[in-house]
């Protein structure tokens, strides 16, 4: 029987991805006669254009010149970057670089302190540089956006990133030396105090060896709180710590708020502690870890753990400290409750009393109530998992199932009371009504079809205590048939909604062809308060001071102490200082550039041919690069930014001497 279930399943999803080619285009109705002024009226005509087109092009459209209302900060997926998109335009605005090297922001060809932010994220004496961003998280300050950072994970290599909104670049790299994937991450607590992170799949404790058939005992989890400082703006793995998990799986974790401040929430999908082995006539792992009919919602703790961490109740191990399993279960900080299997999202409610579940083979949304969760852990009403964690009774901790259709996944909310629900397989967005207490009163409202497969929704500021409604971004996983045809490859589609009225109205199709975004966050644009150029020259844009290499104009200089070579250099409209650098193979060079200039956009870049060297060097930043001569012959840098009519003029040569 179960079998069957997951052959239907699997069908089913493969249906569902055919039926994105089989829809038919919406007929176009046409518009009445003197709707638009004449000329409008024509191109309308001519365009084939219905009303609903026309309203959408109008609430969409961005004249020259004007700004958007929100930022949208989506994660761009195994390009391991940010992308940064205005709505409701949907342009994109920068494609931050966190986990992967860009050249255009010279991230990672050669300045030094962007190297060393991606050399903090190497795995041992690999060098990692590729990532697969999943999830951003604005910073919060009262469980709102407060506009000052954002930090993202690397689920591949289990990192978390931080991103400073100041000016938009990537701050620090942080590895978790516990675990080699992450996929509930990066959620923070409503102060910012914490970033959580859940594992994906289990390995032993700092991905030692052990074989398989050793997966109960030696197999775990970690849900990390990384410790955030705002005044240095960085996270401190010194004063973050773990708590340790069974190794079912966590998929993503919610930070609780409100009614529900001081916890949070990881699913788990794999409580089935099922390891594989389909060429050993085992089961494939998609059915392997579904056949249980319910995993396990984490609910944890994280203000008591912080506490039993100050009373020294854990273990360092592999330099991060680590609540152990027994200690966690044992001091009230993780509970497990059931949850309808293979769930994807969790999600607090705005209010923070509930938390809604979606399982990816069940057509409802579960949700629990955290007064209904305090109840049952007050009266103990639990049995242990065979880890010795409190599994709370279902039946006293769920408090409604609201059946939406099929594959719900991810869950964003407004200011109006509603809920919006992806529905992957049905490849539409549910809105359906919060109810309160009474569980009857929790109905679905509406369903819009979206283009295709949906993962993640992000309504504005849609997972915080103060949603604004207005606008939500489908980001759907199939594009088929939306755009002219690229190859095999194609984009994702991140498609706009309007969700301010009813229905629900489609209002823009966007094709994202940098990498698959998975979560994304909006954000009201007013909040941030990017600089445009930074506070003085010479600012060394990392450490956010002023920098020792700093040069002023008139005082560039090649110092040479035996083979080491340091060049101080400037950069202004149009040319670089020196002009003329002259080494010996073999040398050691250190070259520190400053950017002079204080006018808003006023960046020269610098690449060096030959050397790999890419930078950007913003208006007042000063950036250093090293690296060795090794070959000898006649080299030629130039700027890279088309910065004055006379920009092709802005170059050097450095020879290299045999
Ligand atoms: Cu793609 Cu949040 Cu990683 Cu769902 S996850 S879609
Ligand atoms: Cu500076 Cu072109």
Not at 320 to 339: K, N, Q
Not at 620 to 639: I, L
Request: glycine residues 8%; contains cysteine; charged residues 20%.
């Amino acid at each position: 029987m179960k079998r069957l279930i997951l052959v239907s399943v699997v069908l089913l999803l493969l249906l569902s991805a055919l039926a994105g080619c089989a829809r038919k285009k919406e007929q176009a109705t046409p518009l009445p006669a003197g709707a638009l002024p004449a000329d409008a009226m024509a191109i309308a005509q001519e365009r084939g254009l219905t009303p609903d087109d026309i309203a959408a092009a109008l609430k969409t459209y961005m004249p020259s010149g004007k700004w958007d209302e929100y930022y949208l900060f989506s994660s761009g997926g195994h390009s391991g970057n940010l992308i940064v998109i205005g709505v409701p335009s949907m342009r994109i605005l920068k494609n931050i670089a966190v986990f992967t090297p860009e050249a255009w922001q010279g991230y990672g060809y050669g300045d030094k302190a962007t190297e060393e932010i991606l050399d903090a994220g190497n795995v041992g004496d690999v060098k990692i540089r590729m990532g697969d961003s999943h999830h951003p998280a604005l910073s919060e300050t009262n469980g709102d956006y407060d506009g000052q950072w954002v930090f993202i994970n690397d689920k591949a290599n289990a990192r978390v990133a931080v991103i400073d909104l100041r000016d938009f670049r990537t701050k620090q790299i942080v590895k978790d030396p516990n675990i080699i994937s992450n996929h509930g991450s990066t959620f923070v607590t409503p102060n910012t105090e914490y970033v959580i992170q859940g594992t994906q799949y289990a390995t032993p404790l700092g991905w030692d060896y052990a074989p398989l058939s050793e997966y109960k005992e030696k197999y775990r989890g970690v849900i990390t709180l990384w410790k955030f400082d705002r005044e240095k703006g960085r996270i401190v793995p010194e004063e973050s710590f773990s708590i340790e998990v069974p190794p079912y799986w966590q998929d993503l974790c919610d930070a609780g708020k409100l009614a529900s401040d001081g916890w949070a929430f990881c699913n788990s999908f794999n409580t089935e502690l099922f390891t594989g082995g389909n060429m050993q006539g085992n089961p494939q792992f998609e059915s392997g870890v579904s056949q249980r009919d319910m995993d396990y919602l984490h609910i944890f703790n994280w203000r008591k753990a912080a506490e039993v961490v100050a009373a020294g109740k854990y273990e360092v191990i592999n330099g991060m400290r680590v609540i152990r399993l027994p200690t966690a279960a044992a001091e009230g900080i993780l509970f497990f409750a059931p949850e309808p299997k293979s769930p994807h999202g969790v999600d607090v409610t705005p209010d923070g009393q509930y938390v809604v579940v979606s399982g990816k083979l069940d057509p409802h949304v579960t949700v629990y109530s955290m007064a209904k969760i305090e109840k049952a852990i007050a009266d103990r009403n639990w049995t242990l998992d065979d880890y010795g964690v409190p599994v709370l009774n279902y039946d006293a901790v769920m408090h409604v199932q609201v059946e939406l259709g099929l594959g719900p996944l991810h869950t964003q909310f407004d200011g109006q009371g509603y809920a919006y629900t992806s529905l992957f397989l049905d490849s539409a967005i549910a809105r359906w009504k919060l109810g309160g207490d009474d569980p009857a009163a929790w109905t679905l409202v509406e369903k819009t079809p979206v283009h295709y497969n949906v993962g993640h929704i992000a309504a504005a500021e849609g997972d915080t205590v103060n949603p604004d409604g207005k606008y939500l971004v489908a980001l759907n996983k199939w594009a088929v048939d939306r755009f002219l045809p690229v190859g095999p490859l194609l984009p994702q589609n991140l498609q706009l909604l309007d969700i301010s009225g009813s229905p629900v109205k489609l209002i823009y199709d966007m094709p994202m062809g940098i990498g698959e975004p998975h979560y994304a966050q909006m954000i009201k644009a007013d909040k941030l308060k990017p600089l445009n150029v930074y506070p003085q020259v010479g600012w060394d844009a990392i450490e956010w001071k002023p920098s020792p290499y700093a040069t002023k104009k008139g005082e560039e200089r090649i110092e040479r102490n035996g083979n080491h070579v340091t060049i101080y250099s400037t950069s202004i409209r149009s040319h670089i200082t020196p002009d003329r650098v002259e080494l010996k193979k073999g040398d050691h060079v250190t070259w520190h550039i400053t950017n002079v200039e204080t006018a808003h956009d006023a960046v020269h870049g610098f690449q060096l041919g030959g050397q790999n060297i890419s930078l950007s060097i913003e208006p007042g930043a000063t950036v250093t690069f090293e690296f060795v001569a090794s070959q000898d012959g006649t080299y030629a840098y130039y700027c890279t930014e088309f910065c004055s009519a006379l920009h092709l003029e802005m170059m050097g040569y450095m020879l290299v001497e045999p």
